[in-house]
């Protein structure tokens, strides 16, 4: 595979517990893969895999290759048909009184005394493009230590690329966290002085607030506060009186596990171009609707549908493919790309209501209607 990951930033201090192969510029907060800036001694220069590290960057890890190499495929066959049947004027009527009435501030009156005089078909071709990557970033972490064995260098960490991570379905988002092997190791809590409890920020460790009835001063009205029992102070409800609170960050349990994590994302990035859009409707209305599939291909890495019989197809897939395999590769491994090309029918009705010309589209599989100009509206105030 020709793609790359770049590696974390080393700039750890230099007592580093991260040292793990492959783990070395781990920090707290986290690392994207891109760029390297490790100190102007080079610890990691000689170790098996980094030799490419220098001094101020460079080092790129690549993501693993491929088994076999993927040979360039055929282009599929054209399909015999490129076009879409007319729409029936009872159909693009239908569906326009459905567009009406879904509309409370609408007259029904341009739906049911309209007159349709023209019907121009306006097909519009999409070739859309998908790359479905993973990607991989590692930071220190930390949780409350929960009886797990510290197993912090019993044997050398898998490097990032390593670690076993089950990949969802094809073309899907999703993101995982994995706690790396070999690289957890338990240490006292910080925040609480490993004692498991933390002063109450609320009354500041003395269990009690001023009373809220008699603001603190035990009287209310000249009479003794029944609230507090004239005392001014009343239990604080934040700790239930302790003073104190179980600490957030190891939950009470006095230890916290060290470890490095690692973040798996897989993304699928998405992208469409238009061909031949002539018909004056806005590109924004077409994306959530369907068309008729002409071509679909999906492999490792797709190849351009260079002599396509319509030149626009060709032209936006050869450009989407090479900025996607550009883009794509050079921090996050390509798994799988595919390509698809529709034709999205559009209708554009001309009809006259009251001596006027007016125009409404019917546009995707889904019949959907765009009436920027309907003449039969009102205002609507709902008390």
């Known amino acids: 595979m020709n793609s790359a990951v770049a590696y974390p930033p080393v700039n750890a201090p230099a007592a580093n517990m991260f040292s793990a192969p492959g783990y070395e510029g781990t920090v707290a907060g986290g690392a994207a893969y891109p760029p390297l800036t490790a100190p102007a001694a080079n610890m990691f220069g000689n170790m098996p895999g980094y030799e490419g590290i220098v001094a101020g960057g460079g080092g790129y890890l690549p993501p693993p290759m491929p088994v076999e190499p993927v040979a360039p495929p055929q282009p599929g066959p054209a399909p015999e048909d490129w076009s879409i049947p007319s729409l029936l004027e009872d159909v693009a009527r239908e569906a326009f009184r459905s567009f009406v009435s879904s509309h409370c501030c609408?007259?029904?009156g341009p739906v049911e005394d309209g007159v349709i005089t023209s019907m121009e078909p306006f097909n519009t071709y999409r070739y859309r493009l998908e790359t479905f990557t993973e990607s991989r970033s590692t930071e220190?972490?930390?949780?409350?230590?929960?009886?797990?064995?510290?197993?912090?260098?019993?044997?050398?960490?898998?490097?990032?690329?390593e670690v076993q991570a089950t990949a969802p379905s094809l073309f899907?988002?999703?993101?995982?966290e994995i706690r790396v092997p070999f690289t957890s190791s338990i240490k006292e809590c910080n925040s609480c002085h490993a004692s498991g409890t933390m002063q109450c920020e609320k009354c500041h460790g003395n269990g009690n607030q001023p009373c809220w009835v008699c603001n603190g001063s035990g009287m209310r009205s000249?009479?003794?506060?029944?609230?507090?029992?004239?005392?001014?102070?009343t239990r604080c409800t934040e700790c239930d009186g302790q003073g104190k609170k179980k600490c957030q960050t190891c939950k009470g349990k006095r230890q916290l596990l060290s470890y490095i994590k690692l973040k798996v994302e897989w993304t699928n990035h998405v992208e469409d171009q238009l061909v031949e859009q002539k018909s004056g409707l806005k590109a924004n209305d077409l994306h959530s609707v369907s068309g008729k599939e002409l071509f679909k291909n999906s492999q490792y890495l797709v190849y351009p549908l260079l002599g396509f019989p319509n030149p626009g197809i060709s032209a936006a897939s050869e450009r989407l493919v090479k900025e996607h395999q550009g883009k794509y590769a050079q921090s996050s491994r390509i798994l799988q790309q595919r390509q698809t090309v529709e034709l999205i029918p559009i209708t554009k009705v001309n009809y006259k209501w009251k001596g006027n010309s007016h125009v409404y589209f019917v546009y995707g599989n889904e019949r959907r209607v765009n009436a920027d100009d309907y003449p039969a509206t009102c205002c609507c105030v709902i008390m």
Request: one cysteine or more.
């Open 222 to 233: 000249d009479e003794r506060c029944t609230t507090c029992n004239a005392t001014g102070k």
């Open 106 to 108: 609408y007259s029904s």
């Open 140 to 161: 220190c972490a930390e949780k409350p230590h929960e009886g797990e064995p510290a197993d912090f260098y019993t044997q050398p960490a898998p490097r990032p690329w």
């Open 172 to 176: 899907t988002n999703h993101t995982e």
